[in-house]
């Protein structure tokens, strides 16, 4: 069975650090570009960073600079490290393919909520 097991949420100050991981199936992992997408209370789900398979990687305007992802083919897992966290970055984090996502592999999703 397909899915994904997203860890590492948590509560940070403004201007802390945190690193999300996302264990996936072996069999989605390998040869698909994955992705962080978050959701903000009362907001729409919306992409963070992404990395193909390769590891060419892309990120949105609002986190540039401050949150990388990575990936661990032999581990089938992908990492968001995110730095200097704003109140703004408060949301559920999920990670899913990229850029077209599957609904069947939203998983639980990590908090991370930042406090000023």
């Known amino acids: 069975q397909v899915h994904m097991v997203e860890s590492g949420g948590g509560l940070v100050q403004a201007g802390g650090s945190l690193r999300l991981s996302c264990a996936a199936s072996g069999s989605i992992f390998s040869i698909n570009a994955m992705g962080w997408y978050r959701q903000a209370p009362g907001k729409q789900r919306e992409l963070v960073a992404g990395?193909?398979?390769?590891?060419?990687?892309n990120y949105a305007d609002s986190v540039k600079g401050r949150f990388t992802i990575s990936r661990d083919n032999a581990k089938n897992t992908v990492y968001l490290q995110m730095n200097s966290l704003k109140p703004e970055d408060t949301a559920v984090y999920y990670c899913?393919?990229?850029?077209?996502?599957?609904?069947?592999?939203w998983g639980q999703g990590t908090l991370v909520t930042v406090s000023s």
């Open positions: 990395i193909t398979s390769g590891g060419i990687t």
């Open positions: 899913n393919l990229y850029p077209i996502v599957l609904s069947k592999l």
